[in-house]
């Protein structure tokens, strides 16, 4: 009995220290590795004193330890930690509770009168998927129109298709930071199988090469020039170098693997494409001053101060022929 108690002792002090970030075995985390993309994984072991790691498991296969101190933001279920299951604060009786408690009656049909600057409603989490839903739909829009410009699929399956790989991936949210336009052939790897599930015949799809060929040509340099801007911000420049590529009569519409739209990185695209435009200056008209006739009579030239006072021309009267 007394090393049971020593026992329990010392994993109470233990839990205690490690409270801050100690999680429990079956933790839902998500990393995302740079060229591989975002991968899912579950806790399978506990840090110990000594080795101060968390062992993570994830659906590939591989396994990996983190470091204590860095596996909060990796942290995406709802599975509480240990330290705030143990902090956990009791919840509030609800006012009916309250009454029974005392012994007074309810009246379930009254409604409960709102308190004062309690106007504002918190969203609820299907308004933000449908927000981020938006945002993807308008961002990736465009996106679509030029790789299935020529196929038999909608623009409105195909960005339903991504918008499902990115939920997969990247979550319900995607603002101008979200990473998703750096892997667009994960977006779209599914539409084409999607379209024809759901139409259960074969599909047409004439290939662009603007997700395969010229996004994976240029994402990167878009980075490295422009390292303060936004990843939605790089998708807005792809796009407009995608039709500087189109208009130009050496690479047209289609990006090929035997393209050579890569040698015309700083010519065309940086020097002409991506410069700031510079809005034309549209010439002012001059007033030309009226012309200087001179006065008509004497009366006429005289200031008016010093003018009689009936020199006021009188209309002339029309005489009948």
Not at 12 to 21: L, Q
Request: with cysteine; charged share 30%.
């Amino acid at each position: 009995k007394r090393k049971r108690a020593n026992e329990s002792d010392s994993d109470s002090s233990h839990e205690k220290e490690d409270a801050v970030d100690c999680y429990q075995l079956g933790q839902v985390i998500q990393k995302y590795f740079p060229g591989h993309g975002l991968f899912k994984g579950n806790i399978i072991e506990l840090p110990q004193t000594d080795h101060p790691y968390y062992l993570v498991h994830y659906t590939d296969g591989d396994e990996e330890s983190i470091h204590v101190n860095k596996i909060n933001k990796y942290i995406i279920d709802d599975v509480p930690s240990l330290s705030a299951a143990s902090n956990k604060k009791k919840p509030r009786r609800t006012q009916s509770e309250q009454h029974r408690k005392k012994g007074k009656k309810v009246d379930r049909d009254k409604k409960p009168a709102a308190s004062k600057g309690s106007t504002a409603v918190a969203p609820s989490a299907s308004s933000a998927s449908t927000s981020g839903k938006m945002q993807f739909k308008t961002k990736y829009l465009p996106v679509c129109k030029i790789e299935y410009q020529d196929s038999d699929i909608s623009l409105t399956a195909a960005t339903k298709s991504m918008w499902k790989r990115h939920v997969e991936f990247y979550g319900d949210s995607c603002d101008d930071y979200c990473p998703c336009p750096s892997n667009l052939e994960l977006l779209t790897e599914l539409v084409k199988a999607d379209a024809e599930a759901k139409s259960g015949a074969t599909i047409r799809v004439k290939p662009v090469g603007f997700v395969r060929k010229f996004a994976k040509k240029f994402y990167g340099k878009l980075q490295e020039e422009f390292p303060d801007s936004r990843p939605a911000d790089l998708l807005r420049k792809l796009l407009e170098m995608w039709t500087c590529h189109s208009n130009d009569t050496r690479f047209g519409m289609r990006c090929r693997s035997n393209c050579l739209c890569g040698d015309a990185w700083q010519s065309l695209f940086l020097d002409q494409c991506l410069q700031p435009k510079q809005q034309e200056k549209v010439p002012r008209m001059k007033k030309r001053p009226a012309p200087d006739t001179g006065p008509t009579s004497v009366t006429e030239s005289l200031p008016p101060s010093s003018r009689p006072a009936n020199s006021i021309p009188r209309k002339k009267r029309k005489t009948s022929p």
